[in-house]
């Protein structure tokens, strides 16, 4: 199921009001963490994820490498922050870039008319039936080891989801009697955007956000490791999982840990999902 689908689905059933359930707390928790590490960067730590030391490589973890090196003799804490720096801003910006316009049409659907309707729905079915793997990989092989090529794919792919659902959403809106009363009393298609649609789509639109930032950062992960993304030496949790493949046996615990970092990341956005959600 899509993401529109599952959020719309979510608002048109009963649920129960906002609680901070423990899995909710792990999932900000850990959001928190990482979040706070990718803003920071290995530069606040002193660390330099390029440095190499041909004589540390594959070092277990220690006072002078808390993670261990990889096998170039490069900090595994260094290069995991810098990993994380980079797919979770590549994740945001995507989902940013891809809900403002996926927002705009889909209001613009509902009160352009029957044309605007019609026509953004046409254009939001051309961009589904083109598999959205099938885009980036085509702007990722026109600008090889480009990290812009990756970030316009992966907005490209994301903003019918936020099209589609606020399409959807906005016209059962629109219909409701509290819509309607502010029509009789004369209030504008601001207000009532600002009193009445704004407050019932924002829930939606974070689940949805919540997926895409999952879905940026697995699309990179996934592409750097089959080599098609960016390419070393850039500090990238797929790449690093490349990178260390062939080192399974001597040093299993390196790549284990860009491992966990992907996991712990998709873990922490769907478990902190229910952000915004009300009775």
Same mark, same amino acid.
């Given at each position: 199921?899509?993401?529109?689908?599952?959020?719309?689905?979510?608002?048109?059933?009963?649920?129960?009001?906002?609680?901070?359930?423990?899995?909710?707390?792990?999932?900000?928790?850990?959001?928190?963490?990482?979040?706070?590490?990718?803003?920071?960067?290995?530069?606040?730590?002193?660390?330099?994820?390029?440095?190499?030391?041909?004589?540390?490589?594959?070092?277990?973890?220690?006072?002078?490498?808390?993670?261990?090196?990889?096998?170039?003799? /490069?900090?595994?804490?260094?290069?995991?922050?810098?990993?994380?720096?980079?797919?979770?801003?590549?994740?945001?910006?995507?989902?940013?870039?891809?809900?403002?316009?996926?927002?705009?049409?889909?209001?613009?659907?509902?009160?352009?008319? /029957?044309?605007?309707?019609?026509?953004?729905?046409?254009?939001?079915?051309?961009?589904?039936?083109?598999?959205?793997?099938?885009?980036?990989?085509?702007?990722?092989?026109?600008?090889?080891?480009?990290?812009?090529?990756?970030?316009?794919?992966?907005?490209?792919?994301?903003?019918?989801?936020?099209?589609?659902?606020?399409?959807?959403?906005?016209?059962?809106?629109?219909?409701?009697?509290?819509?309607?009363?502010?029509?009789?009393?004369?209030?504008?298609?601001?207000?009532?955007?600002?009193?009445?649609?704004?407050?019932?789509?924002?829930?939606?639109?974070?689940?949805?956000?919540?997926?895409?930032?999952?879905?940026?950062?697995?699309?990179?992960?996934?592409?750097?490791?089959?080599?098609?993304?960016?390419?070393?030496?850039?500090?990238?949790?797929?790449?690093?999982?490349?990178?260390?493949?062939?080192?399974?046996?001597?040093?299993?615990?390196?790549?284990?840990?860009?491992?966990?970092?992907?996991?712990?990341?998709?873990?922490?956005?769907?478990?902190?999902?229910?952000?915004?959600? /009300?009775?």
């Amino acid at each position: 199921m899509a993401s529109a689908d599952v959020a719309a689905s979510s608002e048109s059933s009963t649920s129960p009001a906002f609680t901070w359930s423990p899995a909710r707390l792990v999932g900000i928790g850990l959001l928190i963490l990482l979040g706070g590490g990718a803003m920071l960067g290995p530069e606040s730590f002193g660390l330099d994820p390029a440095k190499q030391s041909l004589r540390d490589s594959l070092q277990g973890p220690s006072a002078a490498y808390l993670l261990g090196t990889d096998h170039l003799g /490069r900090d595994m804490a260094a290069r995991l922050l810098a990993g994380a720096r980079l797919s979770l801003s590549l994740g945001v910006l995507s989902v940013i870039t891809a809900a403002i316009p996926g927002v705009a049409l889909g209001l613009l659907a509902v009160f352009g008319g /029957r044309w605007a309707d019609r026509l953004l729905g046409i254009l939001a079915d051309a961009v589904l039936a083109l598999p959205g793997l099938l885009l980036v990989l085509m702007l990722a092989a026109i600008a090889p080891g480009s990290w812009w090529a990756l970030y316009v794919g992966i907005s490209l792919t994301l903003w019918v989801e936020y099209f589609r659902y606020t399409r959807q959403r906005t016209r059962i809106l629109v219909a409701s009697p509290a819509v309607e009363a502010a029509r009789l009393l004369g209030f504008g298609p601001l207000h009532i955007l600002r009193r009445h649609i704004a407050p019932e789509l924002t829930p939606g639109l974070l689940t949805i956000a919540a997926f895409g930032v999952a879905a940026g950062v697995t699309a990179l992960s996934g592409l750097g490791f089959i080599s098609v993304g960016l390419r070393p030496p850039t500090a990238e949790w797929g790449i690093m999982m490349t990178e260390l493949l062939p080192y399974w046996r001597e040093a299993p615990w390196l790549i284990l840990q860009p491992v966990v970092c992907l996991f712990a990341t998709v873990l922490a956005l769907h478990l902190a999902i229910g952000i915004g959600k /009300r009775p």
